[in-house]
């Protein structure tokens, strides 16, 4: 049984700092970890927050208490010695995936596609990351890992596709900035990888600023294979990246 099969954990956790887009800083076990926020929840400093994991994806679901209290690592109110921590892991779920094609973003589709379809002009697909990696500023990327699964389109065998690191955070008006390139994910219609390895190099990119994205493309635009994207499936282009001071 996968990790996002199995049975969801759920404990406290208190914010550190109050929520920027969508997600929230809360330290968890003495780590500290972004997470993504329930609709309409919109936590401070100091809140006491219920959070779920799904696999990697940490959720805060709801305030707790009538005020701000400090949690120890136990879960009980107390103060916390550890709350940055030696090591960790942050899962940083993507804040936009979208593909550009010929010229142009598309607006029909935030699937991740990569390759060409019947002439239709050539793919790159994107998954942007914002600013929640840069949380780790001064930490040591140990390794990382993107999640993944492959949807309807193009060939039903596994299709091998190139990874790459883009440069932008947010998706730009123009064309995403591709620099390096590895072998990305060989996965059948409906297949997925739960954790597919990133270069640590490109995940200490992006804690440093200097990158921001992956991206799928491949020159040629074969093979085309299209991916799901967080609308689709909760978990998908979850980046995790595991870290050391």
Sequence with gaps: MSRLDGAPSSRLATATAAKVGSLVAVDIDGVRVQVQCARDLTPAAGDVLAVVRFGGLWV?????????????TSGSAGPNPN????????PVPPVETRSYRSGGWRTDTTQVVQGEYQSNGLHTGCAFYGAAPRSLVGATVQSASVVVRRAGGGAYVAAATTLWLVTEATRPSGAPTRTLSTAGPVLGVGAQSLAFPVPVAWAQAMVDGTAGGLALYDADGSPYARFDCIREWGPAWTLTINWSR
């Design 83 to 90: 709350a940055l921590g030696t090591s960790g892991s942050l």
């Design 60 to 72: 805060a679901t709801g305030r707790v208490y009538a005020a701000a209290v400090s949690l120890g």
